[in-house]
């Protein structure tokens, strides 16, 4: 199983980056999955997730209206459009896959509700 991340770069404060994660080994549409992100000193931070469909999204509070998941089931891949974007979104960002999150149209922000993880791809926000 492979989830490759990328699209990731410096970018000046308000400006947009997109992140793709590219998915190889596992029946895609069999997965829901989410984006996270690590900051220098802090622990990994849920940021948003999608239903295998498509049709269900979830994000944090402080990237609403920002950011937007996606995913394209033709190309096995999961989106991450981030636009207005801030010194503090500054992080490695991490694509999930989820297979399994009973009671829930997409996984939430426990990690362990993840079953495989990418290998995370730089994102730096410049003031």
């Known amino acids: 199983v492979q989830l490759q991340a990328s699209g990731g770069g410096l970018v000046q404060a308000g400006g947009s980056l997109r992140l793709s994660c590219a998915a190889s080994?596992?029946?895609?549409?069999?997965?829901?999955m989410g984006w996270f992100r690590q900051a220098p000193g802090k622990e990994r931070e849920y940021i948003a997730s999608?239903?295998?469909?498509?049709?269900?999204?979830n994000y944090i509070n402080s990237v609403k209206g920002r950011f937007i998941i996606s995913r394209d089931n033709a190309k096995n891949t999961v989106y991450l459009q981030m636009n207005s974007l801030k010194p503090q979104d500054t992080a490695v960002y991490y694509c999930?896959?989820?297979?399994?999150?009973?009671?829930?149209?997409?996984?939430?922000?426990?990690?362990?509700?993840?079953?495989?993880w990418g290998q995370g791809t730089l994102v730096t926000v410049s003031s």
């Open positions: 080994g596992i029946t895609f549409t069999n997965y829901a």
């Open positions: 999608i239903s295998w469909s498509g049709s269900v999204t």
């Open positions: 999930s896959a989820s297979r399994n999150h009973p009671g829930a149209p997409v996984p939430g922000e426990d990690p362990l509700e993840y079953d495989y």
